[in-house]
């Protein structure tokens, strides 16, 4: 059962030691297995002088506070007989994780929960410091000390020509695997954050692509080769969710080695796609990148598709 994101508003932040979860904060599952942290609805490890006031920009609370919540069905693709799963919730961020049943611990909802709580504190800090990080739609240089985060997610997005943020679900999928990965043998591991997932797979997976309104929603599945694996495989649209795009495109999933680099690509080559006629030169113009190792896009009753996946079309038994 998936449950819609809590109401957060922005309140101050809880001064604390970067490094210190104290016993008495830590987060739990509730009872339909979503891992929450402990009745605080803003917290963050920075400084006193770092104060989250309410619209002026500092933490993401305030930059992304008109964000709403958009339903996951999408999430319910994967066979439970696989994959044991639960979600982690933080201000704006929603992970899914699912891993095969042997690995599965549940310590691994904390250090997630940990790991996206300190990326958020490090992004928050830095875009205080270089407010343009979390503002602008193209490339650009970074202030001096961005962390090793802000620094991937430019790389990225100068790579694809957009601003940094889009790749930021990327990222936060990115590091929580990491971290899991860092603590914790395991032989499967998902992580998705809107759509944006890291995959490590032992064995090959069919992932349906959600498009919204379009005919083809859930039509379409691209094959997941377990031996491309760790991978990311990304998603962006015009049409659906609340993320920016200036496109019209019902869906552009995109594959590449690492999320960060597949979000941003998902979100540059979606912002290509205005109509259907776009297809074709988008699927042409992104055969100049080698990193982009499987391509679909859907726009209304329309779909172009390139790169080394198998894709497949899905029929509706009902």
């Known amino acids: ?41 803003c917290f963050s490890f920075l400084n006193k002088r770092y104060q989250c006031k309410k619209g002026n920009g500092i933490c993401f609370c305030c930059i992304f506070r008109s964000m709403e919540y958009q339903p996951r069905s999408y999430r319910q693709q994967f066979n439970p007989a696989r994959f044991a799963s639960f979600t982690v919730q933080y201000l704006e961020t929603d992970l899914w994780i699912g891993m095969d049943h042997a690995s ?3 310590e691994i909802a904390e250090v997630a929960l940990h790991e996206v ?24 240089k970074l202030f001096p000390g961005a962390p090793p985060e802000a620094q991937e997610m430019a790389a990225a997005c100068t790579r694809s020509g957009t601003g940094p943020m889009a790749a930021v679900a990327g990222m936060f999928a990115l590091r929580a695997a990491e971290k899991i990965r860092k603590h914790f043998p395991l032989q499967e591991l998902i992580v998705e954050n809107g759509g944006d997932y890291f995959l490590l797979l032992k064995e090959d997976l069919l992932m349906t692509i959600y498009a919204g309104d379009s005919p083809l929603s859930e039509k379409i599945g691209i094959l997941i080769p377990a031996g491309e694996t760790p991978c990311g495989v990304c998603t962006s649209s015009g049409t659906v969710g609340h993320s920016l795009s200036f496109g019209k495109a019902d869906a552009v999933m995109v594959a590449c080695a690492s999320p960060v680099l597949a979000d941003a690509w998902a979100t540059a080559l979606a912002n290509r796609v205005k109509t259907p006629a776009d297809i074709e030169p988008v699927l042409k113009y992104s055969e100049q990148f080698p990193e982009i190792r499987s391509l679909v896009i859907i726009c209304e009753d329309k ?3 390139r790169g080394n996946f198998e894709v497949r079309f899905i029929h509706s038994s009902a």
């Open 104 to 106: 599965f611990r549940k």
């Open 1 to 41: 059962m998936l449950l819609a994101d809590p109401v957060l508003k922005p309140v101050e932040l809880i001064p604390a030691s970067r490094n210190s979860f104290p016993a008495a904060l830590r987060g739990s599952f509730n009872s339909s297995g979503v891992y929450l942290w402990k009745n605080l609805e």
């Open 303 to 305: 779909t172009g598709i």
């Open 117 to 140: 709580m300190d990326l958020r504190t490090r992004l928050d800090s830095y875009i205080h410091e270089f407010p343009p990080f979390g503002a602008s739609l193209e490339p650009l």
